[in-house]
């Protein structure tokens, strides 16, 4: 079972981004999936969640009212939209996947979690 992350990069204060994460071994319609970023010398932190058929979402502050959390079951695929991005939004981004919210926010314990992919915003 894997979750891959793509779609990090070097970009401009105030350009976009849109992040990947490929699930692939099982099916994880059933799954929370969300987005953590942790940068150097910081604690991972949460970023986004989704439900399964895209009714929920959640956002943390940092990133609410510029970022899209969306997922495709058919492909597997979950993806976070990031716009106006900062400097403060540098960091390595992670995938995770768990049947729980308290597991996977609360507890940042998810039963899967991908390799990161780096995103850096220059000012």
């Known amino acids: 079972v894997q979750l891959q992350a793509s779609g990090g990069g070097l970009v401009q204060a105030g350009g976009s981004l849109r992040l990947s994460c490929a699930a692939s071994g099982r099916t994880f319609s059933n799954y929370l999936m969300a987005w953590f970023r942790q940068s150097p010398g910081k604690e991972r932190e949460f970023v986004a969640l989704v439900n399964w058929d895209n009714s929920w979402t959640r956002y943390a502050d940092s990133v609410k009212g510029r970022s899209t959390i969306s997922r495709d079951n058919a492909n597997n695929t979950m993806y976070l939209q990031m716009n106006a991005l900062t400097p403060e939004d540098t960091a390595v981004y992670y995938c995770?996947?768990?049947?729980?919210?308290?597991?996977?926010?609360?507890?940042?314990?998810?039963?899967?979690w991908g390799q990161g992919t780096q995103v850096t915003v220059s000012s």
């Open positions: 995770a996947a768990d049947k729980t919210f308290y597991t996977l926010v609360i507890k940042r314990a998810p039963e899967y």
